[in-house]
C-alpha cells in the first residue's frame, strides 16, 4: 500500500475519525482489519524500476499505513516512523545538524525527557555538536541562545516530569526570525490535545511507545513535518542508520491509535479528578497538572490544548520527602510501578531514579527535578479506585515518615533507567 492509495480524511473529518479511519486502504476485498507485512524484502518486476516496497529497511505496507495515519492527525505529510522514540530524535538531530571543527549548535529546552539530555550530553557533544540548555518558557531566553551555529530549537510542552508549559507560537515567531527550525516534542498530549504544526513549530516529534499506541505493547517514535525536503532527508537518514518501526510494533501502533482520542480524553477527565484530589491533601506539598485552577500557565494551557483536555501525566511531591516517597511507592496496590506513561492502566514514576536517572543530581535539582517528585500516568480506572490506591500509600507513608526528615537521598541504580 502506498500513501496515495488511502483516502485523505484530515480536512474534512474530526480527530476521532481522522484516527479510527486514516491510513487504512478501502475497497472490495480489502480487510477491514490490515494485515501484517512480516516480511523483510518484496518482489519486483524489473531491474531499475522505481517501486514503493523494496526492502523493510526502508520502507514497509504495515508501516506506511501508520504513517499516513500520524500525518493527517496533523494534516501535513506522511509521518517518518521509528523503532523507537529515541530513535526518532537521533534521526531528527542527525538529519539537521553536523559535527567537526566548528559543530552545529542545538538550544534544547531544560526541561525534557531525560533520554533526551542523555543523548545531546553525552552523544551528540562527542560528534562535535554544542548545545545550550534553556528554560523555554522565557521566550527572550530562547532567543537569546540561538547563535549563527544553531541549526535546531527543540522543546517540549508539556514537560517531563514537571509538566510546565512552553508557548510555541511565542517560540517560533523567534525560530523564523532567525531561520532556524523548531521541534516540539509533543508526546505528552499527542495531535489530538496539541498541535505544534498549527502553532508555528516545523516538526512534531513522538513517542508513540506512550499514548499513541496506548497498551505498553509497543515501542515506537514518529516525526511529523509539512516540509517535502526535511522528510526525505529524515527518510535518507532512517534508511542509512536502520531505525525504522517494524513491521508488527506499527500494526499494533495503528491499532492503538483507533482508539487514542477516546482514551486520551477519559484519561485527561480522570487526571482532573486526580490531581484535584492529591492538591486538597494534606499530606501533598505540591501538585502540577496544567488542568488545575492553581497551575501557574493555566491560561497559556487552555489557549494551547484543544478542547480544555490537558493530558492523563500529572507529578507531585508528598510533604515527608524522599523518605515518605519510598514509602508511598512501595506501598501502592493497584497503581504500577513502571518507567512508563500512556498506558491504559496507572502507572507510578519515580523521575530522579528512572526517566531522569542518568542526569546529574545538581542538574536534575537545577532544572526542579527532585528526589521526591514522583510522577503519575492516570489511566482509565475508575477515579475513586485510583484515588483510594493513592490515599492507602499516603497514608502509609505518613504515618510510617512522621517527624522523619525529608532530606534522605535516593540511591540512582543504573540497571532502572531507560
Not at 262 to 277: D, E, G, P
Request: hydrophobic share 40%.
Amino acid at each position: 500500500m502506498s500513501s496515495d492509495q488511502t483516502t485523505r480524511y484530515a480536512t474534512s473529518f474530526s480527530a476521532s475519525t481522522v484516527a479510527l479511519h486514516a491510513g487504512r486502504p478501502r475497497g472490495q476485498g480489502q480487510a477491514l482489519v490490515s494485515g501484517i507485512a512480516q516480511s523483510t524484502t518484496f518482489h519486483q518486476e524489473q531491474v531499475g524500476e522505481k517501486v514503493d516496497y523494496a526492502y523493510s529497511r526502508v520502507s514497509n505496507p504495515s508501516v506506511t499505513e501508520l504513517e499516513v495515519a500520524l500525518g493527517e492527525l496533523e494534516e501535513a505529510l506522511p509521518a517518518v516512523t521509528f523503532s523507537t522514540g529515541l530513535a526518532a530524535e537521533t534521526a531528527l538531530f542527525f538529519a539537521l545538524l553536523e559535527g567537526g571543527g566548528a559543530g552545529d549548535h542545538v538550544v534544547v529546552g531544560q526541561a525534557v525527557y531525560g533520554g533526551t539530555i542523555r543523548l545531546v550530553q553525552q552523544v551528540l557533544s562527542k560528534l562535535g555538536i554544542t548545545h545550550t540548555f534553556v528554560d523555554s518558557t522565557d521566550t527572550l531566553e530562547v532567543a537569546r541562545a540561538i547563535t549563527k551555529n544553531t541549526k535546531l530549537v527543540f522543546i517540549e510542552s508539556p514537560a517531563n516530569p514537571l509538566l510546565v508549559l512552553t508557548d510555541i507560537a511565542a517560540v517560533a515567531k523567534v525560530c523564523k526570525a532567525a531561520g532556524v527550525p523548531l521541534a516540539v516534542d509533543n508526546t505528552f498530549l499527542t495531535p489530538v490535545l496539541q498541535r505544534p504544526l498549527d502553532l508555528g513549530a516545523d516538526i512534531s516529534v513522538y513517542s508513540t511507545t506512550k499514548h499513541i499506541e496506548g497498551h505498553s505493547s509497543a515501542l515506537g517514535g514518529a516525526i511529523v513535518s509539512r516540509d517535502e525536503k526535511f522528510i526525505e532527508r529524515l527518510k535518507f537518514i532512517r534508511k542509512s542508520t536502520g531505525g525504522i518501526q517494524t513491521p508488527f510494533n506499527a500494526w499494533l501502533t495503528a491499532k492503538g491509535l483507533r482508539t487514542l482520542p477516546l482514551r486520551l480524553k477519559h484519561q485527561s477527565n480522570n487526571a482532573l479528578v486526580v490531581a484535584r484530589w492529591l492538591k486538597s491533601h494534606e499530606g501533598v506539598a505540591t501538585v502540577n497538572y496544567p488542568g488545575l485552577e492553581s497551575f501557574p500557565q493555566r491560561e497559556l494551557a487552555r489557549k494551547q490544548h484543544i478542547g480544555n483536555y490537558h493530558g492523563g501525566v500529572i507529578s507531585f511531591e508528598l510533604r515527608g520527602g524522599v523518605p515518605a516517597a519510598k514509602v508511598f511507592l512501595r506501598s501502592l496496590q493497584l497503581c504500577s510501578l513502571v518507567e512508563h506513561i500512556g498506558g491504559i492502566e496507572t502507572l507510578i514514576t519515580h523521575p530522579a531514579t528512572m526517566t531522569h536517572g542518568d542526569v546529574p543530581k545538581a542538574q536534575r535539582e537545577a532544572f526542579g527535578i527532585s528526589d521526591g517528585l514522583v510522577r503519575i500516568s492516570v489511566g482509565i480506572e475508575d477515579t475513586s479506585e485510583i484515588i483510594g490506591d493513592l490515599e492507602r500509600a499516603i497514608d502509609a507513608a505518613i504515618a510510617e515518615t512522621d517527624g522523619v526528615e525529608g532530606v534522605e537521598e535516593v540511591e540512582v541504580v543504573a540497571v532502572a533507567r531507560g
